[in-house]
């Protein structure tokens, strides 16, 4: 389990096991967009504010892999205990 904090809507989500940060944020009502929800077409895309993606996308490239300020939301999960979202 990890912490998402939303830096727009000042709202914390838990993200458990089990669960993807795309599928916390439309449960709580958060409409993302998404397409192909395996990691494949970078639609899910967010920026990182704080915190250390834990990266399980094909997309990104190394480089974006390692600067940790996009987050492929339908399939990473976070190195950190939290994770700060632009949104
Ligand atoms: Fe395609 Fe997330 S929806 S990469």
Redesign the pocket.
Known sequence: TFEIALARSALTLQVPAGKTI?QVLNENGITA?????????????MTVIDGEPDHK?V?LSSIERASNQKI????SRSKSQRLVLDI
Request: with cysteine; charged share 10%.
């Open positions: 795309l967009p998404s397409s192909c929800e395996q990691g494949a077409c970078g639609t899910c895309l996308d997309y492929v939301t339908c399939v």
